[in-house]
């Protein structure tokens, strides 16, 4: 197929390197005509505008939209609609608040123009292993993109098969899956990084009372160096608390068992405060998923090695830069 992506970051470029790889045509924009050249020099078709971009492709138009959630997708689609017209389809990948999908779909479809969100998982690591995928919109749209979502889902791999899903979309055990209308896709993305928050916090706080124990305060007898690298690596084997983000921390140990590159200010991207939101609407206790977000809040005031082994998780599944005391999240 012939897809428009806008937003070349960490992962919008890659998931056109990723289309490219298996033969779909990408038309590509971004800010930074740099991230754009790099891109044409691969294969892709350059454009240095939306209005331009959209003059590009052939109708009826997709253009995949890969940008921070807010204002700077808000007004990105707003401007890109004008140059698309009826039975053109704007999908946003990025990690969309879901309500502000309902109201830009109902924007958009006074146009005809139809609206996709697609929560997308996968970091700066999906190139090679695929993204995940959550999806909102209208079934016969979603469907008429499936080559696209074929294409950037990891596939079943060898994972062994789950019994009883007979009968069950088969989409899903390749990675992907239609949520149902705009916005689920975005909403079961926003509980999915929720309940990430609370993972990464029980590993983090986990390796630190491992790493606790050798301190002067236990008494020699019960004190123990324990090799946190070699802990992660043989959790990783066989134990019940096996997971991709135990590989990543497993690597950023064996790395720098001290994780001193870090500082431990871990910043929040918005989905956690969010599905702290969705709990409150829908009176639903999440006892765990809120600590771990007011967790976040107190790694700003002080750190401790925990934090900074949330820091190095999230740069090695998404590339993310520790923020700063000052900065807002």
Request: with cysteine; hydrophobic share 40%; net charge negative.
């Amino acid at each position: 197929m012939q897809i428009g992506i806008v937003g070349l970051g960490r992962m919008g470029a890659n998931i056109a390197r990723r289309l490219m790889r298996d033969g779909h045509e990408a038309v590509v924009f971004d800010v930074n005509p740099d991230a754009v050249a790099a891109l044409a020099r691969e294969g892709a078709k350059g454009a240095d505008s939306l209005e331009a971009l959209a003059s590009m492709l052939t109708p009826p138009r997709a253009v995949w939209m890969m940008l921070p959630a807010g204002p700077i997708t808000g007004g990105a689609i707003t401007e890109l609609a004008k140059h698309l017209a009826g039975g053109d389809t704007v999908i946003d990948g990025g990690n969309t608040f879901y309500k502000d999908d309902i109201s830009r779909a109902t924007g958009l479809r006074t146009k005809n123009i139809h609206y996709v969100d697609v929560g997308t998982s996968g970091g700066v690591w999906g190139i090679d292993r695929g993204y995940c995928m959550m999806i909102g919109g209208e079934k016969d749209v979603v469907s008429r993109l499936d080559p696209i979502f074929a294409t950037l889902a990891p596939g079943a791999g060898d994972i062994p098969k789950t019994t009883n899903r007979e009968g069950r979309d088969p989409r899903v055990e390749n990675g992907y899956m239609h949520a149902g209308p705009v916005g689920a896709g975005h909403f079961v993305k926003m509980v999915h990084n929720g309940i990430e928050y609370g993972l990464m916090q029980a590993y983090a706080e986990g390796f630190d009372i491992l790493r606790g124990c050798a301190g002067e305060t236990i008494p020699q007898e019960r004190r123990f160096e324990i090799d946190l690298a070699d802990t992660a690596e043989v959790w990783r084997r066989g134990s019940v608390v096996a997971s991709w983000l135990l590989d990543l921390s497993a690597l950023a140990l064996a790395k720098d068992p001290n994780l001193d590159k870090f500082t431990g200010y871990v910043d929040d991207s918005g989905e956690g405060r969010w599905t702290i939101e969705a709990a409150i609407e829908e009176a639903i206790p999440a006892n765990v998923l809120s600590a771990a977000l007011y967790e976040r809040f107190r790694s700003r005031i002080e750190r401790d090695f925990a934090d900074r082994l949330l820091s190095a998780m999230r740069n090695e599944f998404g590339g993310h830069v520790e923020g700063h005391p000052g900065k807002k999240s």
